[in-house]
């Protein structure tokens, strides 16, 4: 069922906008996989790892991630696609030479995808994954840290891969206006961020009091259905 179900491409993607929330100006959108096949999402990717086909799930969903924006129009190497990849699909062998194929195919992708480490697989080899990361960021891959603040992401990832973005995890947003424990703490994320030029996203921002306050306290880049939810992407 699932090697069909890859093979075939049973699912296509929706697209979640990320927005400078100062200057109202889109900066890119993450690719969220979509499927009629399964009644979750993660229940696609927990049968991949269970049948030891969590590689070929997950590069073919960034192919067709990345087909689909190519193919919308969004050329431009200053919006970015953002996708999610497991640790263990980065350090595949078959990783390298497969992204080096999407570059090869359409110009500009290594400059505008950021992938996404995922936060709900450890990373068991982290001097390996830490090389594969310096050899993908030298072909122009970007990368940030997903989920900062949840389950297995730390700050350990933050300091030693030394990403391009690092995405907030939607706890911090979650009554922001009301929570002055959790300003501070996003105050010291921006100090960090910022000497140390890497750009700070705020994930899941709900409701107009959270996003002023994010925009108060000096957040630049948010994400959230407040500001835009996931849909379809419109040929540009």
């Known amino acids: 069922m699932l090697t069909n179900f890859i093979r075939n491409e049973l699912f296509s993607h929706s697209f ?3 927005i400078d929330i100062q200057r109202w100006k ?17 229940d ?40 999610n990849v497991f640790p263990s699909t980065l350090t595949n062998a078959n990783f390298l030479p497969f992204v080096r194929k999407i570059s090869a ?35 122009g891959f970007l990368f940030a840290i997903d989920d900062v603040g949840k389950g297995n992401s ?44 890497i750009k700070l996203i705020l994930e899941g921002i709900e409701t107009e009091m959270d996003l002023a306050m994010a925009k108060y306290i000096g957040i630049t880049y948010g994400q959230g259905n407040i500001i835009g939810s996931p849909k379809s992407l419109k040929v540009v």
């Open 44 to 83: 696609v990717f927990k049968l991949a790892i269970q049948e030891k086909q969590l590689y070929e799930l997950d590069s073919q969903s960034i192919y067709k991630a990345a087909v689909t924006y190519h193919s919308a129009g969004f050329s431009s190497k200053d919006c970015y696609l953002f996708l």
């Open 154 to 197: 730390n700050f350990k990832c933050v300091i030693e891969l030394e990403p391009n973005f690092i995405k907030l995890d939607q706890y911090f947003s979650n009554s922001l206006h009301k929570n002055l424990k959790k300003q501070d703490f996003i105050k010291s994320m921006i100090h960090y961020t910022d000497k140390h030029e």
């Open 105 to 139: 195919e359409y110009a500009f992708l290594n400059h505008q995808i950021v992938f996404e480490i995922s936060e709900s697989e450890v990373i068991k080899d982290f001097l390996s994954f830490k090389k594969q990361i310096i050899q993908l960021r030298s072909e």
């Open 26 to 42: 889109k900066i890119g959108f993450e690719g969220l996989l979509r499927t009629s096949h399964f009644n979750n999402v993660e």
């Open 16 to 18: 979640q906008p990320i």
